[in-house]
């Protein structure tokens, strides 16, 4: 689903025309980066919630060359789903993935 289909299944639904909620959907997409920029968490119960991750400096490689390079620390967004959109989507595991998890 794109950002026009929500928009428009949105404004299908609600009786309201596609410039309206195509207004309202940027809002709240502008409310949630303002709100990341400023390092807050925004918690969507029980959908999940928008995070702000730490990255550390690392030494990486520069794949053209070989050389080793330092790769900046630096400050990413991170969505972390809730329990009700867990089990609407898969169910829960009931623990973490053996496949390749790392320890952090």
């Known amino acids: ?17 596609r410039r309206q909620v195509g207004e309202i959907v940027d809002m709240f997409l502008d409310e949630i980066k303002t709100a990341l920029k400023k390092g807050d968490k925004v918690a969507l119960t029980p959908f999940g919630s928008f995070v702000v991750r730490h990255r550390r400096k ?10 080793t390079i330092t790769i ?23 623990g973490r993935s053996s496949k390749g998890g790392r320890k952090r």
Do not use: H, W, Y
């Open 1 to 17: 689903m794109t950002k026009s289909d929500l928009i428009e299944t949105l404004a299908t639904e609600q009786e309201m025309s």
């Open 58 to 67: 690392r030494e990486g490689r520069n794949p053209k060359t070989g050389e």
């Open 72 to 94: 900046a620390a630096r400050k990413v967004p991170a969505f972390q789903a809730g329990k009700a959109l867990k089990d609407a989507v898969g169910g829960s595991s009931g």
